[in-house]
């Protein structure tokens, strides 16, 4: 095959073209062909096609046999085979030759251009003309793979494709299953807040059901990464929704990227702490994490040495968003204190937050820096924790403090009693926030008293299925007025929040529960 598509000089020597002076005769052979043409094609003009048929016929009744009547037209319609052929090659080639002339922009900055589309329509590009084809291949086109479908439709040939037209130009892909905008009551909404870095695709409801028809159809599967091993490893990388993605081939993806800086995470089967324990090791110089689970509050994975390791080998982290976990605050206080230069940090929807790893936050190194916090339906959030919060903040800690999200679809929790919602706190100083920090946009904004629901009975009453709890956002006032009811509802004791205490001071590592079972990186 090889030899076919690249023949070599001694398997296959090129054939000399013609030359007139080696044969005489060629020049009035093809003045006569081009004459012949000429008259042939010039009747077109000159006859109807009607003549064409009955002289084509007269030559059928003049052969002397079946055979050379069926020659004959074999013979007809490889002329006019021939003849299509040479017409289309004709006009495209007059159609690149206007195309070069006509198209403003040289080769160098339409490749720019071309750069700056999205994959698939770099694809439709190419399939304009051979000029655009040409400059869609080269490899600077490829270096930012976008792959993401609201359908199933790309597959691992079509990544491994891409990847290898970009070579040594690759920098990110973005890849799987992106759900389509929403505005349902349970959609997650983009922030208000401008933040560099900030999240490209927060429009969508990430966590919202896709149609078991469209999960059974995917066709990524989980060697869908593997081109990225050798000299393809990602600056970034986005995987959303790819259903077959297990924790042994993202960490082999993950491995194959040491230059890894943006890394996000939607909806993938795989762990949280197999997940951090790779990034650790290998992607030294992330600074963007985005990881949400694709079960709410089942992931209980991350252990405290997976914190101490992340925060050791990876920190220029600026950016830090877990979503969707069961995090502690011990174990998030670990996070936010140990990344020095932290500027935004999401643990929305995180089932086991307190709020107890704000105290004393802004002092010191680490979490000092924070211009973005989210805690959006953090079902354990109290109010107490978060008023203390709020007052560092009129005391002049956390100084480049621009965005802060304490909203709860289902309110904050009393001090003695997580059943006891509060939903209008007298004790959190909303307004004098706001009038000492103009420039904080505050959203605190909570549900009408008689709409809650019972998490823990939800969890347990079917451990096998799959839930998860979107986030309800309200609209907002663009100055960043506050949504709030004026109603409370008490309701029975809680258990806890499952959190260990810890000193303020520092980090503490706590022993976890001899039920925890360790996994390690295959």
Known sequence: ???????????????????????????????????????????????????????FDRLLESAPSDADQSLLIDRAHNLGSLLLRAANRSARKRASLHNSIAWALPPDLTIKVFSMLDSQSLCYAAATCSMFNKCAMDPLCYANIDLTTVVPKVNNAVVSTMIQRAGKSFRSLKLGIVPGPTSSPGSCQPLVYSIRNSVDVSSFSWNDKKTRQGKESSILTRSCLYPLSGDNGAAGLHLYNIERMDNASLC??????????????????????????????????????????????????????????????????????????????????????????????????????????????????GGNLLEVLILRDCMHLKEVEVARFLTAVLAGDFKFLRYLDISNREGLASEGDWYQRSYNSSIIPLKQVLEVRPNICLLAEFPSEGCYIDIDHMFDSDVNSEISLPSQLSSHTSDGSLLMSSSESSYNSDQGSGNEEYQVSGFVIYEESSDEVDFLVV
Do not use: W
């Open 252 to 365: 082999v993806a993950l491995a194959a990227c040491p230059s890894l800086l943006d890394l996000e995470i939607v909806g993938l089967h795989v762990e949280l702490r197999q997940t951090l324990m790779s990034v650790s090791s290998n992607c030294h110089l992330i600074e963007r994490l985005f990881f949400e689970s694709s079960k709410t509050g089942r992931d209980d994975s991350l252990k405290s040495p997976t914190c101490v390791d992340l925060v050791n080998n990876c920190p220029n982290i600026s950016y830090l968003s877990l979503r969707g976990f069961k995090l502690h605050d011990y174990k998030v206080r670990i996070l936010v204190k140990g990344f020095r230069k932290l500027k935004y940090a999401d643990f929305s929807t995180s089932y086991s937050i307190s709020g107890t790893f704000l105290r004393n936050l802004g002092s010191g190194f």
């Open 1 to 55: 095959m090889d030899t076919l598509l690249h023949p070599s000089t001694s398997s296959m020597a090129k054939r000399p073209c013609p030359s007139s002076a080696e044969n005489p005769m060629l020049p009035s052979f093809f003045s006569q062909m081009d004459n012949l043409l000429l008259s042939f094609l010039s009747l077109s003009d000159s006859s109807p096609p009607v003549s064409l048929d009955l002289s």
